[in-house]
């Protein structure tokens, strides 16, 4: 394959794919609740072409459960956009530390496609429930493309 040849500087030449739109699904807010007695709410909000899509998790905190339940909140939102036509479940959620900085993986199993699991990860030094919210989507990226691209 041979790209076109451009000088420093200048604006390349449209190529056949440039006149389709590629927006893409966003993260748009993200709230996690404690209460003094240890319940936890975890709201997940994304947004598409102006419209916007919630999921909610919720119950007792624990380190894990945190995590889990950020997790499950992101992927209730994907599937309220998705409108029934996705369905996920959570197979597990990790929290590892390489490389000095905090990781969230977790792994996703597609409903209705038998042996499919996507995996995501995300570095999340500040913020872990967030960032589990954040490797659901990061696991989802191409499926999600891939759904906006023909829907």
């Known amino acids: 394959m041979s790209l076109p040849r451009t000088e420093p500087g200048a604006t390349p030449a449209p190529g056949p794919q440039s006149s389709i739109r590629r927006e893409r699904l966003r993260f748009s807010e993200f709230s996690f609740t404690r209460s003094p007695s240890g319940h936890v709410s975890i709201n997940v909000e994304l947004e598409y072409d102006g419209q916007r899509w919630f999921g909610r998790s919720a119950g007792q905190s624990s380190p894990l459960g945190d995590l889990r339940m950020a997790a499950e909140a992101a992927l209730r939102a994907l599937e309220e ?13 990790k929290h590892i530390r390489a490389f000095d900085s905090n990781l969230v993986i977790v ?4 409903r209705g496609s038998a042996g499919t699991r996507l995996v995501g990860c ?23 493309g891939n759904y906006l691209a023909t829907r």
């Open 107 to 110: 792994s996703i199993g597609i």
């Open 81 to 93: 956009f998705a409108e029934g036509s996705l369905s996920f479940e959570l197979i597990g959620v």
């Open 122 to 144: 995300y570095l999340a030094d500040e913020d872990m429930p967030r960032g589990a919210a954040l490797a659901v989507l990061n696991a989802t990226n191409r499926l999600l």
